[in-house]
């Protein structure tokens, strides 16, 4: 009788083992087959009220299986502790190379901005920066752009509807993003005292069609130097050195006349080719410079418009497109590549 009972409870307590599928489940089973009130504890008990012969028989079966089920469980807790865990296939061969992750690359703007940073670092500039969204006064009024100059235009400027509280006077102020990195000279000089020496590199956007040479976002790097006896020498020694510094060769500047508001005198500034280095070949059109951008004297509007003294100090600055000095660096032939998001482009760099 116990004998066929302990047989019955041995046998469905591994049916019932198999279904015990977390530890939880298991101290239950534990409970049921093992605990004080389990039928087992019962059969137990009641040995001492058999037979010595039943006793002998009944006796170790019974200690046989209770064994039996206590090490079932404690080898199915070991491996529900370990569930999902394999060993064998988590085993680590640290002497495999390793996967390799892709590291990124840094887009040729970037790059060069970098280059263009450590060149005018060493030189002793300041780099500043200035907002993307930039109010109407630093855009244009600061920079002595009259009021009804076609820059400040729908077709260039991208206006937004929000406006701003003018600092000043209180009055509403439109919001543009700026259109020239030139928009953070008077921010600058109104924290500061002259001499100084910056360099501003930074995203402008222009509103206009965009073709292998023409973008709506796109990079400038502004400079800007106040002294006392700043001149237009100074200008062209310091744009020359960047420049041979820059593209590793003597790089030649040329001033031609031209007109920006914000400076007086103003030039459009180019620099010998750098694929002929001024013979004339495809990459300049044939006619050896390259058109970088503007330059010229800081306007004593400026200075005004900044809270400077009038006439007290002098000071040059330019604007020069980046775009244009990463295509000739890197031999990049469309402006739009850039910004594409194109990883093939990327990749390259
Ligand atoms: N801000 C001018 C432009 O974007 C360039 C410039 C900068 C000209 C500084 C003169 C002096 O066209």
Redesign the pocket.
Known sequence: MQKEKIEGIRKQFFVDLETAGNEAELFDLEKKYLGRKSEFTEIMKSLGSLSAEDKKVVGPLANGARKEISDAIEVKRTALRNKGFDFESEKIDITIPGNKRGAGHLNPISLIVNDIQDIFTAMGFEVSDGPEIETEFYNFDALNIPEHHPARDMQDTFWLKQAAKNKKNGSEERLSMRS???AAQVKYMEQHTPPFKIIVPGKVFRSEATDSTHEHTFY?F?SLVVGENINVGNLKFVAQEFFSLLFKQDVKVRLRPSY?P??EP?FEFDITCTVCHGKGCKACRYGGWLEL????MVNQNVFEAAGYPRGKYTGF???FGLERLAMMKYKIDDVRLFHSGDLRFIRQF
């Open positions: 020239q990195t030139s400038q502004e920006f914000f400076v103003g951008g503007g330059a010229g600055a330019w604007g």
